[in-house]
């Protein structure tokens, strides 16, 4: 079970390996829920590694991770993940996604699916694979979103977003996690989106972690998130 007071994310000498490669190295986490955790880190920090073994589409080496007091994939209807592909069904529709993640999540709130819908200005008739990368990326934002789910695990969301999707996309987040009280990771190389919307951080760079926790008690010297998230990158070179 997970209690309100327990981690949603907890990890102990979490270390993950491909072949030679290290892409976690004995880290150790406990993420509060009700947070939105920005997740920065260098290209090949272990962002997106830690997201796939949040979600259980990996394994680790060694170590331990739960989530939402589970084993990882073991909580799948509480769970949304958007992949830094932004991985959509080409072959169909806008509608046929909505009326799929209905079908397959008994959460599923059909009224913001559609309002996110009409905001990205979507045509439900059209195919997902005929969609620019912006949009497809709002569609496999929204099909998350609408499952309502305790954590929602986000690769690089806003990436391909345009600037107004972007600052709506944010709004909506905030709005969201405070409304359910659920937990929100994304993962981002835009600080300024980090700095706007996040109230926790955690910043990997080699597969370590370098810094965890929540951002007040991180700022307490006056510095911005972007200047201290630097630092750290720069010290750890
Ligand atoms: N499937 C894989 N097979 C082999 N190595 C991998 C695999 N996935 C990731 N890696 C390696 O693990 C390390 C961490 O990669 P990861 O994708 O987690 O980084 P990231 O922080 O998400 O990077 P980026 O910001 O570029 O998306 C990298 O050295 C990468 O080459």
Redesign the pocket.
Known sequence: MNSPDRPVLEAEHLTKR??K?T?LDDCALAVPRGRIVGLV?????????LLNLTCGLTTPTSGALRVLGARPGGNLARVGFVA?DTPVYAGLTVAEHLRMGARLNPSWDGALARRRIADAALDPNARAGRLSGGQRAQLALTVAAAKRPDLLLLD?PAAALDPLARKAFLHDLVDFVAELGSTAIL?S?LLADVERVCDHLIV?SG?RVRVAGDVRDLLTDGRRLEELVLSHLEATR
């Open positions: 491909y072949g490669r892409a880190g260098p290209n090949g920090a272990g962002k997106s590694t830094q690089e993962s190389h990997l597969g």
